[in-house]
């Protein structure tokens, strides 16, 4: 069993395991529905760098990471050194989405009309 197969959990994440990890799925999931995404990081060792992904812009960070015992993909939008947003859902399209809204520049209300499964913390 490889790594990432290993790390992610075929049962889980298939899908991921055949694209190497969270933030090639990532980076997959937003060209072939032409959505920016900018440059996707993960952590370049162990495990994390298949089941975390992070997108950095003048705005602030979007943390991704997967559940381990459901499948679910997790998600934090920080600024200003505190958690500004959060939720999860079962689908990688929404995500990227999210990012993609919040590198455009839509406000945090905005982004939780939108995707109702992200909660503001007292925006």
Same mark, same amino acid.
């Given at each position: 069993? &490889?790594? #990432?197969? =290993? ?14 990890? /969270?933030?090639?799925? /990532?980076?997959? =999931? ?6 920016? !995404?900018? +440059? /996707? =990081? ?5 495990? &994390? +760098?298949?089941? @975390?992904?992070?997108? =950095?812009?003048?705005?602030?960070? !979007? ?9 679910? *993909?997790? !998600?934090? %939008? &920080?600024?200003?050194?505190? %958690?500004?947003? @959060? ?7 929404? %995500? #990227?989405?999210? !990012? ?14 939108? *995707?109702? *499964? /992200? ?5």
């Amino acid at each position: 069993m &490889s790594d #990432v197969s =290993t790390a992610l959990g075929v049962r889980l994440y298939p899908d991921l395991v055949e694209r190497g990890g /969270l933030a090639p799925a /990532l980076a997959e =999931t937003a060209a072939r529905h032409q959505l920016d !995404v900018g +440059r /996707l =990081t993960a952590p370049e060792t162990g495990r &994390s +760098r298949y089941v @975390h992904a992070e997108m =950095t812009c003048e705005r602030g960070a !979007v943390r991704v990471g997967l559940g381990a015992g459901a499948r679910y *993909f997790m !998600v934090d %939008i &920080s600024g200003d050194g505190r %958690i500004r947003a @959060h939720g999860d859902t079962c689908d990688l399209l929404p %995500i #990227v989405q999210v !990012v993609d809204a919040w590198r455009s520049g839509v406000e945090l209300r905005e982004l939780a009309t939108r *995707f109702p *499964f /992200l909660e503001c913390n007292g925006e």
